[in-house]
């Protein structure tokens, strides 16, 4: 009996140490360990994916406060120009003898037109050649998204009637334009009444 037991024995000792078994056990660790890295590159994945969404977060909420700052900025610095006077302009029904700044609003691009006072405040030659209006007036071409930082940068002297802009669709616009110069109109004026400007929109008065 204990001889056969030994040979069972050394049977199964052959049958484990068989080179098999050895190639399945490595097959099988290998299998194990490249679970285990795969898993641990999943894990690192989300915890980047969570890190960039955690910075990008934290990015977004930083430029909407130094947006905010910058508003805040403008919003201080015009109101520095006196709130309007209406009663100076009920009366201004023609862009040309508007005296604030004028906005006139393309598909692409904003007209800002701004008339400087006259050093002169004499009424000697006024208006005439040698004291001529369009001397003092000058059309700039600005971008929409710039039109908060154009209208801190007009002269004080160029507010006649106070805080208050005219805003009009540019004339001679392409009919396939009109939709997009609306919209372009609408973001505008809600630009200026964020900066605490009033709109006077043309040709609604």
Same mark, same amino acid.
């Given at each position: 009996?204990?001889?056969?037991?030994?040979?069972?024995? &050394?049977? #199964?000792?052959?049958?484990?140490?068989?080179?098999?078994?050895?190639?399945? #056990? =490595?097959?099988?660790? &290998? @299998?194990?360990?490249?679970?285990?890295?795969?898993?641990?590159?999943?894990? %690192?994945?989300?915890?980047?994916?969570?890190?960039? *969404?955690?910075?990008?977060? %934290?990015?977004?909420?930083?430029?909407?406060?130094?947006?905010?700052?910058?508003?805040?900025? %403008?919003?201080?610095?015009?109101?520095? !120009?006196?709130?309007?006077?209406?009663?100076?302009?009920?009366?201004?029904?023609?862009?040309? $003898? =508007? $005296?604030?700044?004028?906005?006139?609003?393309?598909?692409?691009?904003?007209? @800002?037109?701004?008339?400087?006072?006259?050093?002169?405040?004499?009424?000697?030659?006024?208006?005439?050649?040698?004291?001529? /209006?369009?001397?003092?007036?000058?059309? !700039?071409?600005?971008?929409?998204?710039?039109?908060?930082?154009?209208?801190?940068?007009?002269? *004080?002297?160029? =507010?006649?009637? &106070?805080?208050?802009?005219?805003?009009? /669709?540019?004339?001679?616009?392409?009919?396939?334009?009109?939709?997009?110069?609306?919209?372009?109109? /609408?973001?505008?004026?809600? %630009?200026?009444?964020?900066? &605490?400007?009033?709109?006077?929109? =043309?040709?609604?008065?």
């Amino acid at each position: 009996m204990g001889h056969q037991g030994s040979r069972a024995v &050394g049977r #199964y000792s052959r049958r484990v140490n068989s080179p098999f078994v050895s190639v399945r #056990y =490595w097959v099988v660790a &290998g @299998l194990v360990a490249a679970g285990l890295v795969a898993c641990h590159k999943q894990e %690192q994945a989300v915890v980047g994916a969570a890190k960039s *969404a955690v910075s990008a977060e %934290q990015q977004a909420r930083a430029a909407a406060e130094a947006r905010a700052t910058k508003r805040d900025e %403008q919003r201080a610095e015009l109101a520095k !120009i006196s709130l309007p006077t209406k009663s100076m302009y009920v009366d201004v029904h023609e862009p040309a $003898a =508007w $005296a604030n700044p004028f906005l006139a609003v393309g598909p692409e691009t904003i007209t @800002l037109r701004i008339i400087n006072a006259d050093a002169n405040t004499s009424d000697v030659g006024k208006g005439t050649m040698l004291r001529p /209006e369009g001397a003092r007036r000058q059309e !700039i071409q600005i971008r929409p998204q710039d039109l908060a930082e154009a209208m801190v940068a007009v002269p *004080a002297n160029a =507010w006649k009637y &106070g805080r208050v802009v005219a805003v009009a /669709e540019m004339p001679g616009g392409a009919a396939k334009d009109r939709a997009k110069m609306r919209r372009n109109v /609408e973001s505008a004026i809600q %630009q200026l009444n964020d900066l &605490g400007i009033v709109v006077e929109e =043309w040709p609604g008065r």
